[in-house]
């Protein structure tokens, strides 16, 4: 090992240079403490990249399943939606009601996941670095993360919901 003020590619023929003279059978590599370290973490940060993206497509896959099944259950009681602006419901009081629906779900999702991930820590601990699998703060920024990417998928069949037309529901059946 050689510490340098020069950078490792001036240093390099130099220093092959000087220990071919003393012996020119010693062996000679020349790596940067960075090229070192880099190959040292490139395992763990393999499976960071992998698991932040199947995170990336899991969060994905939950707005737009959480999306559909709302934009679903809205389609499916267009007429109640529908007579109950007849009867003096204002788009607010929808747009509550389905976003409330949607955020219970979401709920109940993210709390049955968090007991999983809970009785799956230990095993997550060997992958993590600086944060314990039981570190509270992670786990509510997580759970306020899902929490809001849920309000935001419940938005949309919130608007539209909204939107209906009491006349033309009541008259579509």
């Given at each position: ?9 001036e ?10 003279q ?5 062996p ?6 960075d090229?070192?370290l ?6 763990p940060r393999?499976w960071?990249v992998?698991?932040?993206g ?8 939950a ?5 559909g099944?709302?934009s679903?259950?809205v ?6 939606i529908?007579?109950r602006?007849?009867l003096?419901?204002?788009g ?5 009601l389905?976003?409330?629906?949607g955020?219970?779900?979401a709920a109940?999702s ?7 991930s ?6 997550l601990e060997?992958?993590?670095y ?7 703060v ?6 306020a993360l899902l929490l809001?990417?849920?309000f935001?998928?419940?938005?949309l069949?919130?608007r539209?919901?909204a939107?209906?037309?009491?006349s033309r ?5």
């Amino acid at each position: 090992m050689v510490r340098g003020e020069r950078p490792a590619a001036e240093l390099a023929p130099l220093l092959r240079t000087a220990l071919q003279q003393l012996d020119p059978d010693l062996p000679f590599e020349a790596v940067s403490m960075d090229e070192r370290l880099s190959a040292s973490v490139a395992g763990p940060r393999h499976w960071t990249v992998l698991l932040d993206g199947f995170g990336l497509a899991a969060v994905i896959l939950a707005a737009v399943g959480i999306f559909g099944l709302l934009s679903y259950l809205v389609d499916r009681q267009r007429r109640d939606i529908g007579v109950r602006m007849a009867l003096g419901a204002d788009g607010r009081s929808i747009v509550t009601l389905v976003i409330r629906r949607g955020l219970v779900l979401a709920a109940l999702s993210v709390a049955s996941g968090l007991a999983a991930s809970f009785a799956l820590a230990r095993w997550l601990e060997s992958m993590l670095y600086e944060v314990s699998a039981t570190d509270p703060v992670t786990w509510a920024a997580v759970a306020a993360l899902l929490l809001a990417v849920a309000f935001v998928a419940c938005w949309l069949p919130a608007r539209r919901a909204a939107g209906i037309a009491p006349s033309r529901a009541l008259a579509a059946e």
